[in-house]
Structure formats: structure tokens, C-alpha cells
């Protein structure tokens, strides 16, 4: 029997497209949901129930979190659960999380005021990373490589209008210009790309067009992935590493990742490895 599957986002981006297209194939049916449609709330009535599954594709680091979570309380099946996007929304909470189940993480300083900000200064000499806790695709981020220039950046922290923007991490800058995204689906690493610039911009996310290239497999590489899957449980992740000289440590984790440059550059069809892991959930 052919199963419906809605995906709730806030466009219909190439991954969305992939995944449409798949789905009659694999004996899905599925369809986009604008994320700001749907009017949430009443607990025993959803506008997604006529769906066997959601699947929670949203960029914004605010519905996500919220729309699974009222998704859940009146009865859908959401992937990925409530609980995991809640935690990947977040970068403070999600480092602190995986922290605890020994999984490593960059050392940060949570930067809630100028005076937060200062003292992470004395304690990360430059270069150092000011990012938002609430965000990804790596916009906001930057590199700070001189202490004179760091409180006159800071100044536009505090000019946004929202203290949920104002919040932020500091970090050691990790040069290598390099980082591994994994991608997992379900409980298996489908896929690991990595990412280099593409030009004069020192941020290596794939979101900002920047170059990819397979990766080998490394023993390393999947331990750390299923220690993230011990904290988040099975789901479809973007998980991004760094490589220190002590080893890789998680960047973040992305709940609605891209996965156009992985597909690419590693050739597996990241579609149907959904569709399957969708079909397989619901059996």
C-alpha cells in the first residue's frame, strides 16, 4: 500500500525536488507543506493527519523545533523526532548534550552580553569564531583574527533586534580550511564529503558553493557518528566534523541537511536511501 509522506519546509529546494520525484518508485506519495500554513495547536486535530508521516525538512531555526513538537502531540509520526531537532536548533545545547555522552566538541563560551564576549576574548586568544547559537548555512559566522577589530564587530551583535539573535558562541579558529560532513539516514552513514573553499571566503560550508570531494572511510569518522546517534537517535542528519590534531570533533548538526553535495560528490543516491528508510519506519 502506498504510503503518504508530508514534507513541511519552506520551499521546494533541489533536495525537496529529489525526493518528490523518488517517491513513486519506492511507493510513496509525497507533498510539500508550507511550514507557515498550518496553524498548530489543538492537540487531538492536526492538518497534517491525513499523512503517515512528516517529514520535517524547515530551515528556520524556530518552526522546526515547534512544528514537530505540536506535530507530535496530536499524533503524527515526524521525522526527525521532536527531541532530536529541538536539540540540532540549538548549537549550546546540542555541544553540551553530545559533551556529556563523551562525543567531542569544540571548546566554545556560550557570548550572552559585551562583557560575556570580553572575557571569552582573554580566554580564546585570536583568531577565534563568533556564531550564532540559532542558525546554520553558515551565515553570521565570523572569523576573527585581530582583538582590536572584535568589539567593533560585536557592535552588530548587539544592534540586532531579537536577544535570541544576540546569542552566541565563541571558539578557537581550527585552520585546515577543511570540514567532513556526514550524512546519515536512519542509522547508517550513507555518505561523508569534504568540504573545501572554493575561493576568498575562509567558510568552508556547503551552502555557500564550496568545493567537495568523497572522503574515505575512517573508523574514526563512523564511532563519532554513532556516538551522535546515541544522543539524537536514528533520523536524517547533516553531521559536520572538524579534524584537530587531537582528532575530529562535531561542529554542529544539521536537522534538514543539504545533501546535493554529498549525492555528488560520493554518487549515492541519497534519495532513495530516504525513501527506503521512510518505507522501512513505517512497515
Known amino acids: 500500500m502506498t504510503k503518504s509522506i508530508a ?7 533541489w533536495e525537496e ?3 518528490i520525484e523518488a517517491g513513486p518508485d519506492l511507493g510513496l506519495t509525497v507533498e510539500w507543506i508550507n511550514d507557515e500554513s498550518l496553524c498548530l495547536g489543538q492537540s487531538d486535530v492536526t492538518a497534517l493527519s491525513r499523512f503517515d508521516a512528516i517529514l520535517l525538512r524547515s530551515r528556520s531555526y524556530t518552526r522546526g523545533g515547534l ?3 505540536l506535530a507530535e502531540e496530536s499524533g503524527s509520526r515526524v521525522i526527525n523526532s521532536a527531541r532530536a531537532i529541538n536539540l540540532c536548533e540549538n548549537k549550546a545545547v546540542l555541544r553540551t548534550a553530545l559533551r556529556a555522552a563523551n562525543v567531542p566538541v569544540p571548546e566554545f563560551r556560550l557570548v550572552l552580553s559585551r562583557s560575556d564576549f570580553a572575557r571569552a576574548l582573554k580566554e580564546f586568544a585570536p583568531p577565534v569564531v563568533l556564531k550564532p547559537v540559532y542558525g546554520g548555512m553558515g551565515k553570521r559566522v565570523a572569523l576573527i ?7 567593533s564587530l560585536y557592535d552588530y551583535v548587539e544592534d540586532l533586534g531579537h536577544a535570541f539573535e544576540q546569542a552566541c558562541l565563541v571558539e578557537p579558529f581550527l585552520a585546515g580550511g577543511a570540514s567532513t ?3 546519515v539516514v536512519g542509522d547508517v552513514l550513507v555518505g561523508v564529503a569534504e568540504f573545501t573553499t572554493g575561493g576568498e571566503d575562509w567558510r568552508n560550508n556547503a551552502a555557500l558553493g564550496n568545493l567537495s570531494r568523497a572522503a574515505a572511510d575512517d573508523p574514526e569518522v563512523t564511532k563519532i557518528v554513532n556516538g ?3 544522543v539524537l537517535g536514528p533520523g536524517i542528519y547533516g553531521i559536520d566534523l572538524f579534524q584537530t590534531s587531537e582528532g575530529y570533533v562535531v561542529n554542529e548538526v544539521n536537522h534538514a541537511p543539504g545533501f546535493r553535495a554529498v549525492a555528488q560528490a560520493t ?6 536511501a530516504i525513501g527506503g528508510y521512510l518505507q522501512e519506519v513505517l512497515s
Open 7 to 13: 514534507i513541511v519546509a519552506d520551499r521546494i529546494a
Open 17 to 19: 525536488r529529489q525526493l
Open 67 to 69: 512544528i514537530a513538537t
Open 145 to 151: 583574527r585581530d582583538a582590536d577589530a572584535a568589539h
Open 181 to 183: 560532513r556526514c550524512l
Open 228 to 230: 551522535v546517534l546515541d
Open 267 to 272: 554518487g549515492v543516491n541519497v534519495a532513495d
